[in-house]
């Protein structure tokens, strides 16, 4: 089961932010929160990853809450070209699971001109 | 440039003929797997590999199989296709400190 509860689709505007929530209320301490998407049907891309910080990389900025049971993916200013389905998971990093990427329904968002 | 590459992308076949998609990993990547889409159901992992000669059953290994021979490719084989394994396929390698790649995918058709 997935270990994440996402909305089941959003719509943004052209040029303004998109900020996609995700609910991760049983993780545990050593839990990445993850962001991919998936592009029609290409295979999924990584976005951005966090631990308990806030992060930003050139696509998106990821905010966790300060006890980690949710976390929102901000893309700042979202184009036509980020209508996707986005992934929201949890996972570790090293040991003997960190493969394993448990995919939930995801949010499907949709920019609009 | 990093990448995860599957072959075929597009696949039409019948039911009973065997059949290998191919999957090959160019960032020397420990752990590779492959995950099934289909409508309702998302991304559902069907084998994966955490090494050379080790593999294991993800949540729905039934009618696949895979060999992991060299650290680069996981093919994932079908022996008997049967039309509930029409379904798109993707293919993933990461390493402990890693996000993970995916490939492009492969759209596979049992008729």
């Known amino acids: 089961d997935a270990k994440t509860t996402q909305p089941t689709s959003m719509d943004c505007a052209e040029g303004r932010a998109a900020n996609l929530p995700c609910n991760h209320s049983?993780?545990?301490?050593?839990?990445?929160v993850y962001w991919y998407r998936q592009i029609h049907s290409q295979g999924p891309q990584y976005i951005i990853h966090?631990?308990?910080n806030n992060e930003t990389n050139e696509m998106a900025s990821l905010i966790i809450t300060e006890d980690r049971k949710s976390s929102t993916l901000i893309l700042p200013h979202a184009t036509l070209r980020d209508t996707a389905v986005y992934y929201c998971?949890?996972?570790?990093?090293?040991?003997?699971?960190?493969?394993?990427?448990?995919f939930g329904q995801g949010t499907i968002l949709t920019v609009h001109p | 440039e990093a990448q995860v590459t599957q072959n075929p992308r597009y696949l039409i076949t019948v039911t009973g003929k065997k059949l290998t998609v191919t999957c090959s990993q160019n960032?020397?990547?420990?752990?590779m797997s492959w995950y099934r889409q289909d409508p309702g159901l998302g991304l559902r992992q069907i084998y994966y590999?955490?090494?050379?000669?080790?593999?294991d059953k993800g949540d729905v290994p039934e009618g696949y199989k895979v060999s992991r021979k060299e650290k680069r490719n996981f093919p994932l084989i079908l022996e008997s296709p049967s039309p509930n394994q029409t379904s798109l396929y993707f293919c993933?390698?990461?390493?402990?400190?890693?996000?993970?790649?995916f490939g492009q995918g492969t759209r596979l058709t049992v008729v």
């Open positions: 993933a390698s990461r390493s402990p400190n890693t996000e993970a790649f």
């Open positions: 049983t993780i545990s301490g050593n839990e990445y």
């Open positions: 966090g631990l308990k």
């Open positions: 998971i949890v996972s570790v990093l090293g040991g003997t699971s960190y493969g394993k990427l448990t």
């Open positions: 960032m020397n990547h420990e752990y």
């Open positions: 590999s955490m090494n050379v000669e080790v593999t």
